[in-house]
């Protein structure tokens, strides 16, 4: 597609229910990233995806939060148990090294948790 | 630990104004340095990237001014709009395609 898509654009649940937020990357992009941007904070790293290499998973705040990458193409991003601090808008972003023009985002998925 | 701080946290300007937001970074090995700009209700977009081996960088009326000693660098918006107004994210990275290490953000306001 013409940019990097994330469903839902919104998603309210309530605390203790799972949620699964999905991304579609830009076609050909073999990097995939996954930010989390919470209110009045900056974008807080949570899992990278590179290729057919072992995803870099150093960001994840906790082992409720987790993603996979099917296919090499689109990527899900799963949260388990909810808690009212996962409230915040998750972001997707995609690049294809070598080139120098750094992450495409996505709109972001806004979760919220009730 | 913060290793990309930004200041100032909000900054209002009047057409035309040139503001300037700052960013201190603490990891000698970062070497990609990217600013971002994100409207409401979007994901950030790349505004304008730099590379240690330069001082500034200029695209359009972005202009990034780089220090490597002191291990800072800036955004500056010649002749600014209020179209630019936005939140602005600088960055860090070790090389172009990796895990981005971001400032908190600086709320820019041009007023008419």
């Known amino acids: 597609g013409a940019g990097v898509s994330q469903s839902p654009s919104n998603k309210v649940t309530e605390k203790g229910k799972d949620v699964e937020l999905r991304c579609d990357p830009i076609?050909?992009?073999?990097?995939l990233y996954w930010y989390r941007q919470s209110l009045g904070q900056g974008l807080e790293f949570l899992i990278y995806?590179?290729?057919?290499?072992?995803?870099?998973k150093s960001g994840l705040p906790s082992d409720r939060f987790s993603a996979e990458r099917t296919g090499g193409s689109v990527s899900t991003l799963t949260i388990q148990r909810t808690q009212q601090e996962d409230s915040a808008v998750y972001l997707c972003?995609?690049?294809?090294?070598?080139?120098?023009?750094?992450?495409?985002f996505g709109s972001g998925t806004r979760l919220t948790v009730v | 630990q913060q290793q990309v701080k930004q200041s100032p946290q909000s900054l209002i300007v009047q057409k035309g104004g040139i503001p300037i937001i700052n960013c201190a970074y603490e990891?000698?090995?970062?070497?990609?340095f990217p600013w971002y700009q994100q409207f409401p209700g979007k994901g950030p977009a790349l505004l304008i990237a730099?590379?240690?081996?330069?001082s500034e960088k200029k695209e359009g009326r972005f202009t990034i001014s780089f220090n490597k000693s002191a291990k800072q660098f800036s955004l500056h918006i010649m002749d600014s709009q209020p179209g630019d107004s936005a939140t602005y994210f600088c960055?860090?990275?070790?090389?172009?395609?990796?895990?981005?290490?971001f400032g908190k953000g600086t709320l820019l306001t041009v007023n008419p």
């Open positions: 972003a995609s690049s294809s090294p070598p080139a120098n023009y750094g992450y495409t």
């Open positions: 076609s050909g992009h073999t990097a």
């Open positions: 995806f590179q290729g057919n290499s072992a995803p870099d």
């Open positions: 990891n000698t090995a970062f070497d990609y």
């Open positions: 730099i590379r240690p081996d330069v």
């Open positions: 960055a860090a990275s070790k090389g172009s395609n990796y895990k981005l290490t």
